[in-house]
């Protein structure tokens, strides 16, 4: 029997991923794009046009694709009731990928979406005719702030309380989605990723990196605190002040600007690590993961790497991105540089530094075998997947920078 699909998020950057391995066994798919936010159907083919597929099978696409746009946030995903019946009725599987990613958004904001977006997803699902099968798509970041030890996959709770509002959100969905399974005794499948990275350089159609947030964090601060341009290299044009600084009333203080390679004091630990995944594995392990037989419960997955990435490297990576020189230190500094202020309006992204807890994917491995174990993240795959075209390196910390054009303030 052929089981139709549907999947949520589809214009994400791990939802693009899981669409293109999908599309590898199902001739036709339903996406619930987000409505509001774009020609979905364009930003998908432009995805596939970016990163190589033959033409004829981007051709074929809206002949493969249904678009049905919806908003998470509200109740029936913003359709009429005969609609959200309807769509119901035609779905075997569910594949729920859409969410926000916002690290820096506000509890209200997140639970908006990815709370009473799962809640919206599972009302679907729930009042389908075919019962369809959920996979949910949550983070190994429910973990929360637990900052040692290991994180298993049979665990959820709030002990250690959040990094982040995202963290709790995440969470939270996670809790909806165990009641729902318990109420209407039907399975689902929860994968957890760890941070995706690709190797894929930046490019304007196409979402945006997950560590590029901590990037442009870093970037706006560095300017908000008058160290100038902070690009690595000299930039191809010279910032409007609008978009020097976003979210900042002026794009930044006015007065003298200094150029160089700033030192900044963060909180982390010279033993941590990270786990950071290839987003291209973790869509094709989670695809795998969804052909195996549900034990009935909620089946739940840690989908990250067998290696973590050293905190010392991340922070080369950011250094290399950005002309700053980053001392890890075991406590907040009492008398902050203006740029430490600035940082420290970030706690839940920084945080991540101090990070030294693995995570365990023993049910992964047990089930998929060694097949389930990515190449190696270093340093080379990062900066591929971050670093714009035509752009230099920012040089070796305590090397003084290219010159940049002065920032100029409104
Ligand atoms: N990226 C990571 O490193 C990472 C790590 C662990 C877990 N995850 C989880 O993986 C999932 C996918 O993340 P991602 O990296 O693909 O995020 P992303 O690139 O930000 O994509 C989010 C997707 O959700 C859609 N969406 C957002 N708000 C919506 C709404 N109100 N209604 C309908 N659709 C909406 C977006 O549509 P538009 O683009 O049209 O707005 C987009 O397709 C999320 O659940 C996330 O928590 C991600």
Redesign the pocket.
């Known amino acids: 029997m052929v089981v139709h699909v549907a999947l ?9 991923r899981l669409l293109r391995r999908l599309l590898d066994t199902h001739r036709t798919l339903t996406v ?4 509001g ?2 020609d ?1 159907l364009h ?1 998908v083919t432009r995805f596939f046009e970016l990163t190589g597929a033959p033409q004829a099978f981007t051709a074929g696409l809206p002949g493969r694709l249904r678009v049905v746009e ?4 509200q109740p029936r ?1 913003g359709l009429s009731a005969r609609r959200f019946h309807e769509l119901a009725d035609d779905i075997g599987a569910l594949w ?6 916002n690290l820096e958004g506000d509890l209200p904001a997140l639970r ?3 709370v009473e ?1 799962t809640r919206h997803i599972l009302e679907l699902a729930a009042a389908g005719r075919q019962r369809p099968v959920v996979h949910h ?5 429910v973990a929360g702030a637990r900052r040692e030890g290991v994180a298993y996959e049979d665990e959820l709770d709030d002990a250690c309380g959040f990094e982040n509002a ?1 963290e709790r959100s ?1 969470y939270e969905a996670e809790l909806l989605v165990h009641a729902w399974s318990r109420e209407h005794g039907r399975p689902v499948l929860v994968l ?6 690709t190797d894929l350089p930046p490019h304007p159609e196409l ?2 990196h ?1 560590l590029m947030v901590i990037e442009r964090i870093l970037r706006d601060a560095r300017r908000a605190a008058g160290h100038g341009c902070a690009d690595g290299a000299a930039p191809d044009r010279v910032p409007g002040p609008r978009d020097q600084c976003p979210g900042l009333p002026d794009g930044g203080p006015s007065g003298p600007v200094a150029v160089g390679r700033p030192r900044v004091r963060t909180v982390g630990h010279p033993h941590g690590r990270l786990n950071l995944l290839q ?1 291209e594995h973790a869509a094709e392990v989670m695809v795998r993961l969804a052909a195996l037989t549900p034990s009935g419960g909620v089946d739940t997955y840690h989908v990250v790497h067998d290696r973590d990435v050293p905190v010392p490297t991340v922070v080369t990576l950011l250094e290399r991105l950005i002309p700053l020189a980053i001392d890890l230190v075991a406590q907040k500094p009492d008398d902050p540089s203006a740029l430490e202020a600035l940082l420290d309006f970030y706690p839940g992204m920084t945080s991540y530094l101090a990070h030294r807890r693995r995570f365990d994917d023993t049910r992964v491995r047990s089930s998929l075998g060694p097949s389930a174990i990515s190449a190696p993240v270093g340093l080379d795959y990062l900066w591929s997947g971050l670093a714009r075209r035509g752009r230099a390196t920012a040089g070796p910390p305590d090397t003084p920078t290219t010159a940049c054009p002065p920032v100029r303030h409104a």
């Open positions: 949520t998020g589809a214009t994400g950057f791990l939802g693009l619930l794009t987000h409505a936010s774009g979905a930003r919806t908003d998470l946030a995903l729920h990928s859409a969410g926000s990613i908006r979406t990815n977006g798509v949550s983070t190994a970041f995202y995440k957890r990723p760890s941070i995706l990275v979402p945006s997950p987003v």
